[in-house]
């Protein structure tokens, strides 16, 4: 429902690709003001990332995307001067709810197959991406504006908690979400994705997303319109959000990148030196793998793309989703490389876009096992584009995966200082994911 104007979405979306179904002739003459505005079930198919250009005038061509981008830079003028000129909204004004009809539509079916006959959770993460999205732009929505000067952006995968570990590929498949919190420019969306099996709804998983406004050139944070509880519930998640807010200040805060690890931290880590040591010389600097062990440099697992047109979003960057579903492949390869089995996902937490990466980009995607114990193999995911006329790579994004087993799996043991502070950083998102 978005505000009074009850607008229920029992659409069927194909989220990430070009499919159309029979409806597509009724979908070219729903127009964008129809999408926030009309007292109206739909029941379509058409994909998120078309609306999407509708709502902020993208070209669908990648010929003339240059002038479609030009002619948002007017949009400039549209903006708020600040966020106490902008209506408040509701969460119920931007909730969303997406059916993917896996069980009911065979040539979608196709591009979420896995070989396992499971679903591809990489085409999950982009449709989550898409959604996510999506739902901010309802909550931004105004009537007045024939397309929205926001350019509203991924910033940051807090986090994906997995409810059922077996995604099926012949069953409907239900997303919904909505506005949980808002800053001055940037805005929590928590989405629920469930699975119709036994004739009922199942969960699956749940997602938090922080999305970020910015200007029409997406050169400057812009405001977004404040958000009111109604009800306890509602009050409930806004200071759930704040305090997300907290936590994600002060992980930063605390990071190994910037202090040093804590007393235990530091034991742990010379505790693992000392398991390494050979007794027969008493030398610091001979070093003997334990039983049942991998040296951490012995489990990465690397991959290039070359960043086509084809992948971009509709501001003309690579799509944020395109880089989720690419670094966790790589990451659930190297899970399975190093377990001998094919993993499950626990969670995903803490993917932070540090920088667009452009069209044309040569994208460089490295995985490392970081830490493990008992099942549980933690896998992080460091993305970077590479300039081949400067020679200068640039850090992009960092990924963290939980992956699960079906059976114990070797201990990972670092060898350098560095090696030392990525295994304490696996397993800090390990224990944030995993209960003890």
């Known amino acids: 429902v978005l505000g009074s104007r009850k607008l229920k979405f029992s659409c069927f979306l194909c989220l990430c690709g070009g499919l159309m179904s029979r409806s597509r002739r009724q979908n070219e003459t729903c127009s964008l003001d129809s999408l926030f505005t009309a007292d109206v079930t739909f029941v379509l198919c058409f994909p998120v990332r078309n609306r999407l250009r509708e709502i902020v005038g993208a070209s669908t061509n990648w010929s003339d995307h240059q002038q479609a981008m030009a002619d948002r830079v007017s949009l400039s003028s549209m903006l708020a001067k600040s966020q106490q000129d902008l209506p408040a909204r509701r969460m119920k004004d931007s ?6 009809p896996l069980g009911s539509e065979p040539q979608l079916r196709e591009k979420y197959l896995t070989f396992h006959n499971t679903v591809r ?24 504006l024939k397309r929205s000067p926001l350019s509203i952006v991924t910033a940051l995968v807090d986090k994906i908690d997995m409810r059922h570990h077996v995604i099926y590929p012949d069953c409907d498949i239900k997303f919904s979400g909505r506005v949980t919190w808002v800053g001055r420019t940037s805005i929590e969306a928590k989405m629920h994705m469930s ?23 997406n050169k400057r944070a812009a405001f977004v319109n404040p958000l009111k509880a109604d009800g306890p519930e509602e009050e409930k998640l806004l200071q759930e959000g704040e305090a997300n807010k907290s936590r994600r200040v002060e992980l930063s805060t605390a990071s190994l990148l910037k202090v040093a690890p804590t007393d235990d931290e530091r034991k742990i880590i010379h505790s693992l030196f000392l398991n390494t ?11 003997v793998l334990p039983p049942n062990s991998v040296w951490m440099e ?12 084809q992948e971009r979003n509709i501001f003309n960057r690579i799509f944020g989703g395109f880089l989720m579903r690419k670094a966790y492949e790589l990451g659930w390869a190297n899970a399975c490389s190093y377990g ?3 993993p499950n996902l626990v969670a995903v937490d803490d993917i932070l876009f540090q920088k667009p990466v452009e069209i044309g980009s040569l994208l460089l995607l490295s995985s490392q096992v970081c830490y493990t114990q008992g099942k549980y193999i ?27 087993s079906d059976r114990d799996v070797p201990n990972i043991i ?6 030392s502070m990525l295994y304490l950083d696996g397993k800090r998102h390990f224990n944030q994911t995993v209960e003890p």
């Open 95 to 100: 909730y969303l709810e997406v059916h993917l």
């Open 340 to 342: 001998g089995c094919r």
């Open 195 to 217: 699975q119709y099996r036994d004739g009922a709804y199942a969960p699956v998983l749940d997602a938090t997303f922080v999305m970020v406004a910015r200007d029409p050139e």
């Open 277 to 287: 040591l050979d007794t027969n010389t008493v030398s610091f600097r001979s070093r």
């Open 121 to 144: 959770f990489g085409r999950i993460l982009e449709d989550l991406d898409s959604l996510a999205v999506l739902i901010s732009y309802s909550h931004t929505y105004n009537s007045a």
């Open 298 to 309: 012995d489990a990465k697992l690397k991959g290039l793309e070359i960043c086509h047109p």
């Open 378 to 404: 933690q896998v992080r995911v460091h993305s970077e584009v590479f300039d081949p006329l400067t020679r200068q790579h640039n850090t992009t994004n960092v990924f963290h995966y939980t992956f699960i």
């Open 414 to 419: 670092p060898k350098t200082y560095g090696e």
